[in-house]
Structure formats: structure tokens, C-alpha cells
């Protein structure tokens, strides 16, 4: 069973993307692309080296709903007839394009995003969008933890590793336990634990973070010799890797901790002291990694929060 990396540019600060295609009937895409015209080229041109067409891509496995990685599923299913769409169920705060904006905005304003800001974000929300078609409930599967790909050969093994956002899956290739991971795995970069409403409540957030190290423990469990990111080389030292991970989390929790002020502060106060003068794209990650670090503080009881006119306000504890 062969695995084929190919790499597609994206119009995202984060650079081109890797999706996978696994040689193998039935012929099967692991993410996409955006839906761009640069990234459907690639994609083809990638194909085509492998000689493989569009119309032959019996299955579509979407490692999570971010747009540079979901994008072109709908038209690549459309394009190959009876492609099967599959995507975890958690991935419904993001589903497969549908950004869904009010849960979202109610969770931004708890986490003290002002006005003007929240407006900024909207309009951030609706140019990305363009990026990828959202697919109706009737056209994609869902993908369950320890589900089995099968292929002609060989199979992958579904691994469910929440964190980056609620439905990331990541794909186990038990004969040689290579793994391909999304963006729960990135070789320069730690992954960004994404602003999401719970997927069983989304009146709630999701997690992130402490999902998110349960996830990394789990790979680890699994001892991978090479675990392929969605973006970024192959990672060959998994060990390493993790242990860096969990260095650089402990780390900001510690510096998220340090810069609470008697007074207390909101997640959106702690982001313009970690990431001051950034745009709006990298405002909405930078208040997402400070919400999934007081989150995760408060759970291991280091900080308190109180609800104050809406708003959540962190004290050290
Ligand atoms: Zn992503
Ligand atoms: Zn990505």
C-alpha cells in the first residue's frame, strides 16, 4: 500500500499543504487542497504523475474541516462520480466549510474579544470561507475512532486525536506504523488548538488543549516510525518531537500564568501581550491558544475565573 505525498500551495500564512494519496484500490484521497485554482492544478498535476485521474478516486478522507485541507472535496466528489466523502462527526463547529459564526462569536465575546475586533474576525471568517464548498449532510460518511480503511491491500486504522480541532483524525498504517496525522503533527510548528464550540454543546468550548495532549500520548502509545503532517516535512523522531511539544505547552503555560495581573485578565487581554500587532487572521489563533492555556491552567487548578459582565476574567489562584 503506497503512500504518496503531494504538496499544494494555499493562499494561508501556514504555506502549502500536504494531502496523501494511497495507490491502492480503492483509490483513496487523504484531504484535498483549497478550493483554488493553483491548489486543483497541483492536485491533478500530482495525479497525473502518479497516473491516477480524478475520475478514478473512489474515497475522500478528510483529516479535519479546515478549508486548506477539506476545500476541494466537494467538487473532487462530484468530479469522480461515487466518491465517498468521510470526516469525523466532531467536526461540526467547522463542518466541511460551514463555519458556524454565532457559536463562534458567542465564545470569542466570553473570552473578552471587543467589538470592532469581533467585526474584524467576522469579515476574516467570511474571506476564508471562499476557500473551500461545504458539503451537504448527504454527501460525506463519518469516520469513527478505530474504523479500518480497507484497501487491496493493506488497511489503515482510523485514530481519533481531537485537539487541533474536535474531529482531527489521524490514519495508521499498522504494517509499518507510519501514520498520517493532519495538522495534529507538523515537523516545525506546534499546532494551533483552534477556538471551537463543544461538539456536544456548543454553548461550551471545546477542550482544546488538554484534548490535545491526551491525542499526542495516544501517537506516542503507538510508537510511529514516521508520522506525515499536514504541512511540513516527515517527521522521523516522533519521541522528540512530543517531548518538544509538551516543553513549548508547559512553557506557555507558564509565561500565560506569569502575565496575569492581580486585577485579573481576559484570554483576549493575555493574547495582545503574547502576539502584540498582529492582523486579524492571526488575532483569532492568537486568542485561541490563550483560551486553550487558561483552560487547561484553570483545570489543573494554577488560575481561577470569574464570569464578569459577560467575560471571563483570570486570577492566579
Ligand atoms: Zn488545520
Ligand atoms: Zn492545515
Redesign the pocket.
Known amino acids: 500500500m503506497q503512500i504518496i505525498p503531494i504538496s499544494l500551495p494555499t493562499p494561508f500564512y501556514v504555506g502549502p499543504v500536504n494531502v496523501y494519496l494511497i495507490a491502492e484500490e480503492p483509490l483513496t484521497l487523504i484531504d484535498t487542497g483549497p478550493k483554488t485554482k493553483e491548489a486543483l492544478e497541483a492536485l491533478k498535476e500530482g495525479l497525473r504523475r502518479a497516473r491516477v485521474r480524478v475520475s478514478d478516486i473512489k474515497r475522500i478522507v478528510l483529516t479535519?474541516a479546515?478549508e486548506?485541507?477539506c476545500g476541494l472535496a466537494k467538487s473532487l466528489r462530484d468530479e469522480a462520480k461515487d466518491a465517498e466523502v468521510f470526516v469525523h462527526g466532531w467536526e461540526t463547529g467547522h463542518r466541511v466549510g460551514r463555519l458556524e459564526y454565532d457559536a463562534h462569536r458567542a465564545l470569542l465575546e466570553r473570552a473578552g474579544v471587543p467589538a470592532d475586533d469581533l467585526a474584524a474576525m467576522r469579515r476574516m471568517y467570511e474571506g476564508v470561507r471562499q476557500y473551500a464548498d461545504a458539503l451537504e449532510d448527504h454527501e460525506h460518511a463519518e469516520l469513527e475512532d478505530d474504523d479500518e480503511l480497507r484497501f487491496e491491500k493493506g488497511s489503515l486504522r482510523v485514530v481519533h486525536t481531537p485537539g487541533?480541532?474536535p474531529g482531527?483524525c489521524s490514519f495508521l498504517r499498522e504494517a509499518d506504523r507510519t501514520i498520517i496525522a493532519?495538522?495534529c503533527v507538523l515537523k516545525r510548528i506546534t499546532?494551533n488548538p483552534?477556538l471551537s464550540p463543544d461538539p456536544f454543546d456548543p454553548s461550551r468550548r471545546f477542550r482544546s488543549l488538554a484534548e490535545y495532549l491526551v491525542s499526542l500520548a495516544r501517537l506516542r502509545a503507538l510508537s510511529p516510525t514516521l508520522v506525515h503532517g499536514?504541512h511540513g516535512g516527515v517527521v522521523d523522531d516522533y519521541e522528540e518531537l512530543f517531548h518538544r511539544y509538551v516543553r513549548a505547552i508547559n512553557e506557555r503555560q507558564a509565561e500565560v500564568i506569569r502575565r496575569l495581573p492581580k486585577s485579573g485578565a481576559t484570554a483576549w487581554d493575555i493574547s495582545l501581550e503574547l502576539f502584540p500587532g498582529t492582523d486579524d487572521v492571526h488575532r483569532f489563533l492568537a486568542v485561541s491558544e490563550s483560551v486553550a492555556h487558561l483552560d487547561l491552567a484553570h483545570s489543573e487548578n494554577k488560575i481561577t475565573v470569574e464570569l464578569s459582565e459577560g467575560r471571563e476574567v483570570y486570577r492566579k489562584a
Do not use: L
Open positions: 479535519h479546515h486548506d485541507h487541533h480541532t482531527s493532519g495538522d499546532p483552534v499536514g
